[in-house]
């Protein structure tokens, strides 16, 4: 088989210059230490995917995250008052919203959105991933009339379910998605849809506990705000160390993990994606031990921009192994 | 209903085929790509020509769009034999140059100084006036060496030199002596032919001396054959310095220091010899060993046996670990590839034609240790094996041929070079600051020796000067640097807008292309009206071939010079010839077989060679010079002492292209009497006798010189390096490729290649530049670390560095604006870039999108003159020494004394002894000779 890394590009191409992106990934590529192979003339291939998957990846794991918990504390028999019956589903609806309109926008051709819908392609999560996030966007909506409305809770009992399924597929779909991006083995980890889950519920509950100071939650309310916030923010961390410092599946996904780890995303990563989810994880923690919501809201606060982070590091890094 | 010719390029796959059948040429429709999804067709007319890119040759098809007679898109040609319908890059670009924004459409006369950019639209009737009445009046003066045609691009076989004699001009110069003027001598020593033909597709090994498989004469059509070789089994053993794709192909590659070639072919000739690993019988027919032994052993018994021991001992000295010394390379290394030669079984395909031999002082060598192996083999003339070009190629004659001229021009063919196979024309401009003659009307076509000769300012100081180059008349399709110091500069038609014909050796057999005007083709076949191919080409440009009947008639109106009648129409009399008439009598008189082929499909010889672009004339051409003499070719011969047969010449005779004149074949001991070889013995000659008759008598055998860059001359701790700035990139070709967008966007920078230990231990990394100097000057260029060359060498490509004075005088896809200033006196120059290549405005969108900014660098500048004082090649490698730029240092800056040119040029001059041969004989006949006099031209004085 052919195998693009190989070959890295030098500083230079044999008669032309090498595109910046790729002269810069190819830094982070091993050379054979025998032939010392270079790879001499190529076209560039900018990454497709960028700020704007970054960002859909974050406001749908905040809207779906938040949904997630609210159902959760339904179905537990938990009280979340204004912040579970108003708050988390306008979360859930605004992430949704904002993701769909990222996910058009990015479309090469977004005119033909529909198409997606109109001309199905049903071995595609592009397709599925639509479905799911209508099947959300329809149910948080009805999750968030009822709120507004002051329904009885058994509009609640008939909701909880479907919610919590479809919070659980809005924020894990992506892995389905994601995986089906062949080649970019860094995004073929069978793992990926349960963490994009346990990262909604990192920064669903980050968002939730700022929206809880002075909603007077009760201890059983914000305890498990605390809990969530800590448990999801320390499971993130826990599974990023195994993603990205375990054994790798394949080749590829091993050389982007170590751009992750070692190469040009060391610094952001370890700072950023890592440190400062373990920070928050630590706050969290501290607030959870003290029952407080202020603490929590800075872990709160700390858990998006590291989740922004991390997804920055992890759609690029995803793409920047070169394919040919 | 017709059936479809069976074409050599045509393939098919269940129901795809590569190429439209040829039934549908007059009318294929495609659909327009950039109307997708609707379905607009557009119907083409498919016209074969010949590309113009490098000399291979390839055929190329062109898509003539019937509506508006633009040319879509060029593909290759699968009627042709040597191509096959396959091209390199370059081929396709044809596009590009056709339809340059920036091309040249309109004759240009000079209205200020010399290179001052200014310039003013003539018409053709003005240009071709005033040329014509110097000429004519240089003519009926006696001063006929004052018109000279300098051609870069060589044409049709024997077009110019035809219109040249009819003038009586020996003013025929070309840029041979900067290319492949080492091999040439190398191999008429041995052959009397002066370039190889090797049969890559059935030879066991594969030996070469270049980056062949990747660029070179022929490029494409003997890299597809080369790759049919290895896949058939052969194995490729390829020298080069430096890691090149042909290498990277290789089963054995050898990176020896250069200039040590010779010694290794010699060392593997040795070990032949010493093991006998030789085709005795072929040695003993074919060598003309009774010579080596009369003139180096006369003592010894005369017998070939004694000649086989002979031989070996005077070879020992050549041992595997005497040119792994001088190569720099493991011993292994060479006894592998003299194991690997060894066993080739009379099937060893080699070629060199620049490299090494063009790169060092006694590259000729190489060639002619190469020759040697190749003998030693049994290698020479068969299947697999490695033939002279004579016998794979064809040239054809026109008609009304004039008689040869008796003139000897000294500024072309100077005495202090007998032996130089080709004409010394990189010296030209010391030549006349020498005061050896004047020019008064100088041709320059599709040549550029500013830019691609040694020592370009030197060819600037001459080309100004108005009293060393009356007129300076450029014939060329696109801007160079030489054409902006011109007169008048002639826009000249690209590969689909001229007729000529073209014959090379790719392969064991011959075929004759035809390069034609395809649009006035189409508008021929639309019964469309034109006068000439102007009326074809786009602004005015035009064909050579119509300009020099034009020109013809116009310096002999009255046809009292003799000239007029050699350019009347076979068919009309009195008429002027068009390019019609003269290729119809070609096709109906002059290549054997075509006039049958094409009244076996109904048609005339012209139309064709005009359907197909190409016609086979032989396939599976070998072993010629065992081909029994007929009786006709035996009438009236005499034998002489050597076993040469003979017919009776005078001094008006006139050598025919390959051998002396008279001689027709040879007798062999068993009597047997064939055509043998254009030699003087018609023999292989392992001893050259020429060489010992023009007074070089040491070099009659091959032989190892060292070269001026041999390792011993390279001190690398004080920072000296070899460079070798010769090697060429695939995608572009000397000059002219400058305006094809697509080559450019591949190819578009220009690095030095260093080693890295080289790089360590000058202290520069990639992309840091650095001050290159030479003998004569320096230049500053940018460092790329590679491991893909040898330690102690360093490469700087051929093909970039372009440049132009003036805006609207160069290719702006390629080139950059540069001023030239005068540092230190007159006799000093500095080019310095003003700003790299960057996007412009033009009627092509895709000039907005450059994205490339590198011009590269023009390291030729600075490089004095280097002719070998053997066969005057020029030896392009540079010792130089390499330092980190200095802050004054801008990237792309050329500076050159041209005063220490000047002195270079003696140092090498001063190598040479002049000498004259047998009968005060200038040059040997049995080389060849464009333009060739009359055996009296030969002599200084006539003996009679
Ligand atoms: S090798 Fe390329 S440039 Fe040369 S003639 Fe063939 S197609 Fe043209």
């Known amino acids: ?324 | 209903m017709s059936v479809e010719p069976d074409l050599p390029g045509a393939r098919r796959h269940e129901h795809l085929r590569n190429f439209p059948p040829v039934s549908s040429w007059d009318n294929h429709v495609e659909y327009d790509a950039k109307a997708h999804p609707r379905k607009v067709p557009h119907s083409y007319m498919l016209i074969p020509t010949t590309c113009f890119n490098c000399e291979s040759a390839c055929g190329l098809l062109a898509y003539v769009d019937k509506d508006d007679l633009s040319v879509k898109k060029l593909e290759g040609n699968p009627a042709h034999p040597g191509s096959r319908g396959r091209n390199c890059a370059k081929g396709p670009a044809t596009v590009n140059q056709l339809n340059d924004p920036e091309r040249i459409l309109y004759p240009l006369r000079r209205t200020g100084e010399r290179g001052a950019g200014q310039w003013e639209r003539v018409s053709w009737d003005d240009a071709l006036n005033d040329i014509a009445s110097r000429i004519s009046t240089a003519i009926t003066d006696g001063r006929h060496e004052d018109v000279m045609y300098h051609v870069g691009r060589p044409g049709e076989d024997g077009f110019t030199e035809r219109v040249l004699n009819t003038w009586g001009v020996d003013g025929h110069n070309t840029h041979t002596n900067i290319c492949s003027a080492g091999t040439r001598l190398g191999m008429s020593l041995w052959t009397g032919f002066d370039r190889p033909s090797a049969d890559h597709a059935n030879a066991k090994v594969i030996l070469l001396l270049s980056s062949h498989l990747e660029t070179g004469h022929y490029f494409n059509p003997h890299a597809q054959r080369i790759m049919e070789g290895k896949q058939s089994g052969a194995k490729l053993v390829v020298l080069d310095p430096r890691m090149s794709n042909t290498a990277a192909h290789a089963d054995a590659w050898l990176a020896p220091w250069p200039g040590s070639e010779a010694a290794i072919l010699l060392a593997v000739a040795s070990y032949l010899l010493r093991t006998r690993r030789i085709d005795e019988a072929f040695l003993r027919r074919w060598l003309n060993w009774q010579t080596y032994l009369a003139e180096l052993h006369p003592d010894a018994a005369q017998d070939f046996d004694t000649f086989l021991d002979r031989i070996t001992a005077d070879y020992a000295e050549f041992t595997f670990d005497f040119a792994a010394e001088e190569a720099q390379v493991p011993v292994e290394r060479i006894a592998e590839i003299a194991e690997i030669v060894a066993d080739c079984d009379g099937r060893l395909s080699a070629h060199i034609w620049r490299a090494a031999a063009a790169g060092n002082l006694g590259g000729w060598q190489v060639a002619r240790a190469l020759w040697f192996v190749l003998a030693l083999t049994g290698s020479i003339g068969g299947r697999g094996g490695t033939s002279p070009n004579g016998w794979h190629k064809f040239i054809p004659q026109g008609p009304n041929m004039p008689g040869h001229h008796e003139h000897w021009n000294e500024l072309i063919w100077p005495r202090e070079y007998p032996l130089a196979t080709n004409e010394l024309s990189f010296l030209l401009p010391h030549f006349l600051r020498e005061g050896r003659g004047t020019l008064d009307v100088y041709f320059s076509r599709v040549y550029n020796p500013i830019w691609t000769n040694p020592d370009g300012f030197t060819w600037i100081e001459t080309l100004t000067d108005p009293d060393k180059i009356g007129l300076h008349v450029a014939l060329t399709p696109t801007w160079s640097e030489t054409a902006e110091f011109a007169d008048y500069v002639l826009p000249m038609g690209h590969s689909s807008e001229r007729h000529d014909t073209h014959s090379y050796e790719t392969h064991a057999g011959r075929w004759l292309g035809f390069r034609q005007p395809v649009r006035r083709v189409a508008m021929d076949k639309l019964g469309q009206d034109y006068t000439d191919t102007r009326d074809a080409n786009p602004g005015e440009v035009w064909e050579e071939n119509e300009f020099w009947f034009e020109l013809s008639w116009r310096i002999d109106p009255d046809g009292a010079l003799g000239i007029t009648k050699y350019f009347e129409s076979p068919y009309r009399s009195g008429e002027k010839m068009t390019t019609d008439d003269y290729y119809r009598w070609v096709f109906e008189h002059s290549v054997p077989g075509l006039p049958e082929k094409a009244a076996a499909q109904g048609m005339t010889p012209l139309e064709y060679m005009r359907r197909y672009g190409v016609v086979e004339v032989d396939t599976d051409v070998y072993r010629v010079d065992e081909r029994p003499l007929t009786d006709d070719e035996q009438a009236d011969t005499d034998v002489d002492e050597q076993g040469v047969v003979r017919k009776p010449v005078t001094l008006d005779s006139v050598a025919p292209v390959f051998g002396e004149a008279g001689a027709v074949g040879v007798r062999h001991d068993d009597g047997d009497v064939t055509f043998g070889w254009p030699t003087p013995s018609r023999k292989l000659e392992v001893f050259a006798t020429a060489m010992r008759d023009w007074g070089q008598g040491e070099h009659a055998t091959p032989g190892y010189i060292r070269s001026h860059v041999a390792r011993r001359e390279i001190d690398v701790d004080a920072g000296e390096l070899v460079l070798v700035p010769t090697f060429r990139l695939p995608t572009l070709i000397h000059t002219r490729s400058g305006n094809a967008k697509y080559l450019n966007e591949i190819s578009n920078t220009h690095p030095v290649w260093l080693n890295s230990t080289d790089a360590k231990r000058h202290g520069v990394r990639t992309d840091d530049l650095v001050r290159i100097s030479t003998e004569i000057g320096y230049f500053v260029a940018r460092v790329w670390v590679t491991e893909g060359i040898r330690p102690g060498v360093c490469a700087l490509s051929h093909h970039m560095g372009r440049w132009r004075l003036h805006p609207g005088e160069g290719s702006r896809w390629v080139s950059g604006m540069v001023e030239l200033s005068h540092l230190d006196g007159e006799h000093t120059w500095l080019l310095r870039h003003k700003g790299g290549v960057a996007p412009f405005d033009s009627s092509d969108p895709d000039s907005s999108r450059i994205d490339w900014s590198d011009p590269g660098v023009h390291q030729n500048l600075a490089f004095a003159v280097h002719p070998d004082p053997h066969s005057g090649m020029h030896c392009w490698l540079q010792k130089v020494s390499m330092e980190p730029a200095r802050p004054e240092d801008r990237y792309g800056d050329v500076y050159v004394d041209t005063r220490r040119s000047a002195e270079v040029y003696r140092e090498w001059l001063a190598k040479t002894t002049p000498a004259l041969g047998p009968d005060g004989q200038r040059r040997p006949e049995f080389m060849m000779r464009p333009l060739a006099p009359t055996r009296r031209g030969y002599r200084t004085e006539s003996p009679e």
């Not at chain 1, 890295?8 to 230490?33: C, F, K």
């Open chain 1, 1 to 324: 088989m052919l195998d693009p890394t190989a070959a890295p590009v030098g500083d230079s191409y044999l008669w032309a210059r090498p595109d910046e992106h790729r002269r810069e990934v190819s830094r982070d590529l091993p050379t054979d230490p025998v032939t010392q192979a270079r790879t001499t003339l190529n076209t560039a291939h900018p990454r497709p995917w960028g700020w704007r998957v970054t960002t859909y990846l974050w406001t749908k794991a905040v809207g779906a995250g938040a949904m997630l918990l609210a159902a959760l504390a339904h179905l537990a028999g938990i009280d979340l008052a204004v912040v579970g019956d108003v708050v988390a589903p306008a979360l859930g609806v605004a992430g949704i919203g904002i993701t769909g309109a990222l996910l058009v926008w990015d479309l090469k051709r977004p005119e033909r959105f529909l198409y997606i819908l109109l001309k199905p392609n049903p071995r595609s999560w592009m397709f599925w991933g639509a479905i799911v996030l209508a099947a959300g966007a329809a149910l948080f909506t009805a999750w968030l009339a009822a709120g507004i409305l002051g329904a009885p809770d058994t509009v609640y009992d008939w909701l909880a379910v479907p919610a919590l399924v479809a919070a659980a597929m809005t924020a894990g779909y992506t892995g389905f998605l994601f995986g089906q991006a062949e080649g970019r083995d860094l995004w073929q980890s069978p793992l990926l849809f349960w963490h994009l889950i346990v990262q909604a519920v990192m920064v669903g509950a980050g968002a939730m506990a700022l929206a809880g100071i002075g909603a007077g939650l009760d201890a059983e309310a914000t305890a498990l705000l605390l809990a969530a916030l800590t448990l999801g923010t320390l499971g993130h961390v826990v599974m990023v160390l195994f993603e990205f410092l375990g054994r790798h599946t394949s080749k590829q996904a091993a050389t982007a993990a170590h751009m992750v780890t070692h190469g040009r995303y060391a610094r952001l990563f370890w700072t950023g994606g890592v440190g400062l989810a373990a920070l928050a994880a630590a706050v969290a923690g501290t607030a959870w031990a003290a029952g407080t919501l202020l603490v929590a809201a800075v872990a709160g606060l700390l858990v998006q921009a590291a989740l922004l982070i991390y997804e920055s590091v992890f759609v690029r890094a995803g793409q920047d192994v070169p394919l040919s």
